[in-house]
């Protein structure tokens, strides 16, 4: 019987989120730990962690849809051997865990599992195909470190450290105004991308601006010679 995937709870004060981006498509197979997809909290944007295994029947919630309400259903989780159109049983709630610590996602779904030359699949976490495809690597020339050579996070260190030293960083003068129009003038004529702000940094924009409005803010100013502390030092 096909199973509903819930929006998650991802802390003990998380009424709603945001789906911010689908890790996996219709007709995945998954396994217990795979990561599904990226939620978008008030605080912070975590992945999320497939509890069973199965066939990714269906997504029900678009990426990028905000305001998703926690255990409302979010994708359809096939058994072995059920047809598309299976009943579906309903999952239990979510449950919050006291301790969740907040990770930082990123920015990419994971592509499919690579294949050798000689046509021998190269088995790699989620994680490490995405940071694979992010950057460049050849999977093929990665040993893994994990269970029965499945290439993990930590095997890829050595591989992206060296070509994140050599990317050229070019320098920008940034305006002093917070401006929005100011910013994109600085790239005019250059490809851009305007990114909404997400839910972490809404918040933090509405507390500074409530404790900049709110609460007396004085300044101020002093003098110090130090120059008789600073020759004397040795």
Known sequence: MALEILMPALSPTMEEGTLAKWLVSEG??????????????????MEFEAVDEGIIGKLL?????????VNSAIAILLEEGDAADATVAPSAPAVVAADVMAAPAVQASAPA????????????????????ADNGLDLTAITGSGPKGRIVKADLSTAVAPAAAAAPVSAVTMPTSANAAA?????????????????MRKIIASRLTEAKQTIP????????RLGQASSGAR
């Open 28 to 45: 995945d197979v998954v396994q217990s730990g795979d990561l599904l997809a990226e939620i978008e909290t008030d605080k912070a944007t």
């Open 61 to 69: 919630v678009a990426e990028g849809t905000a305001n998703v309400k």
């Open 113 to 132: 599992a690579p294949v050798a030359a000689s046509g021998t699949r190269i088995f790699a976490s989620p994680l490490a195909r995405r940071i694979a």
């Open 183 to 199: 910013v994109e003038a600085i790239y005019q004529g250059r490809g851009f991308k305007t990114v909404p702000l997400d839910g």
């Open 217 to 224: 803010h004085f300044y101020l100013r002093r003098d110090i």
